[in-house]
């Protein structure tokens, strides 16, 4: 929900963190899920995955939606969803709608951004703007997906929801910032409602807070149709992810705004509160 200029942010060595926590879990996670359906006759279901993946990353590198290096984090997170969720059936189906919405978003109203100095760099994302949104919902496929491959265990509803959560708090972030830029007039703190200008970090619009609510709706039923989800679940993910949002406009105005943390840090933050709550609600159910 920030409205943060594109400038180059502070903190970097944040970023930076967040590349060394993610990245290495994922590659060694995907390394022995990889190795062992090689070894087990399950390789069709390695090179579909490894294929699927090589495919996503030159896609989002050719659309421009990130840099070389953001194009090979996100084909790292398709490759990881890819294995844990295989099949027609699979969670890239809610990343495939995270990405065609944010994509849009992005690319809306671009000229009027550009003018106020928002707009996003031409490039497109960087690795670690690229885990900080997708990272933790790739994670959350790695503590049962060992257990898939080891003990071939059914895939907990738990942990998909919360991927669902925290896919759907990423979209549902850049698209009440990228269109709020555009429609959302001038942006009020969520606090206060105080009208500040437009790139203040933690700001929101009406039309940007609502946009980014259907996006999250969205990616949620897309879960639901794709994924072994019932609607109840998938509203869990939905309700878990609006929160995420509002934190991420709490954070962004509490402590990003004093040099704390950088935006990258605040979305890694909001994506995983959106994926815990997700798992607190869902085992109050059971």
Same mark, same amino acid.
């Given at each position: 929900?920030?409205?943060?200029?594109?400038?180059?942010?502070?903190?970097?060595?944040?970023?930076?963190?967040?590349?060394?926590?993610?990245?290495?879990?994922?590659?060694a996670h995907l390394v022995l899920?990889?190795?062992?359906?090689?070894?087990?006759?399950?390789? =069709?279901?390695?090179?579909? $995955?490894?294929?699927?993946?090589?495919?996503? #990353?030159? %896609?989002?590198?050719?659309?421009?939606?990130?840099?070389?290096g953001g194009a090979a984090a996100g084909a790292l997170v398709a490759a990881s969803l890819s294995l844990w969720t295989p099949g027609w059936h699979t969670s890239l189906w809610p990343l495939a709608a995270l990405l065609v919405l944010t994509l849009l978003a992005t690319r809306a109203g671009r000229s009027a951004k550009e003018k106020l100095g928002l707009a996003e760099d031409k490039r497109g994302r960087t690795a670690s703007q690229v885990m900080a949104n997708l990272g933790v919902a790739a994670l959350c496929g790695v503590p049962f997906s060992m257990v898939l491959v080891y003990q071939h265990s059914p895939v907990p509803h738990l942990w998909l929801v919360?991927?669902?959560?925290? =896919?759907?708090?990423?979209? $549902?972030?850049?698209?009440?910032?990228?269109? #709020?830029? %555009?429609?959302?007039?001038e942006p009020r703190l969520l606090t206060t409602?105080?009208?500040?200008?437009?790139?203040?970090?933690?700001?929101?619009t009406v039309a940007g807070t609502l946009s980014g609510c259907a996006g999250a709706a969205v990616v949620a039923g897309v879960s639901r149709m794709a994924l072994p989800m019932n609607w109840q679940e998938a509203g869990l993910a939905f309700g878990a992810a609006i929160l995420g949002l509002f934190l991420d406009s709490l954070l962004g105005e509490w402590i990003e705004r004093r040099g704390w943390l950088n935006n990258d840090a605040?979305?890694?933050?909001?994506?995983?509160?959106?994926?815990?709550?997700?798992v607190a609600a869902m085992s109050l159910l059971k």
């Amino acid at each position: 929900m920030n409205q943060t200029p594109r400038h180059a942010p502070p903190l970097r060595w944040q970023s930076k963190a967040i590349l060394l926590v993610f990245s290495p879990v994922l590659a060694a996670h995907l390394v022995l899920d990889a190795g062992h359906g090689l070894t087990s006759g399950e390789g =069709l279901r390695v090179y579909i $995955a490894l294929g699927i993946a090589a495919v996503f #990353g030159f %896609v989002v590198w050719w659309v421009r939606a990130a840099t070389p290096g953001g194009a090979a984090a996100g084909a790292l997170v398709a490759a990881s969803l890819s294995l844990w969720t295989p099949g027609w059936h699979t969670s890239l189906w809610p990343l495939a709608a995270l990405l065609v919405l944010t994509l849009l978003a992005t690319r809306a109203g671009r000229s009027a951004k550009e003018k106020l100095g928002l707009a996003e760099d031409k490039r497109g994302r960087t690795a670690s703007q690229v885990m900080a949104n997708l990272g933790v919902a790739a994670l959350c496929g790695v503590p049962f997906s060992m257990v898939l491959v080891y003990q071939h265990s059914p895939v907990p509803h738990l942990w998909l929801v919360a991927m669902t959560a925290a =896919l759907a708090e990423a979209t $549902a972030d850049t698209l009440s910032s990228e269109i #709020g830029q %555009v429609i959302g007039g001038e942006p009020r703190l969520l606090t206060t409602l105080r009208r500040v200008p437009p790139g203040t970090d933690g700001a929101i619009t009406v039309a940007g807070t609502l946009s980014g609510c259907a996006g999250a709706a969205v990616v949620a039923g897309v879960s639901r149709m794709a994924l072994p989800m019932n609607w109840q679940e998938a509203g869990l993910a939905f309700g878990a992810a609006i929160l995420g949002l509002f934190l991420d406009s709490l954070l962004g105005e509490w402590i990003e705004r004093r040099g704390w943390l950088n935006n990258d840090a605040v979305n890694t933050l909001s994506t995983l509160a959106a994926a815990l709550t997700a798992v607190a609600a869902m085992s109050l159910l059971k």
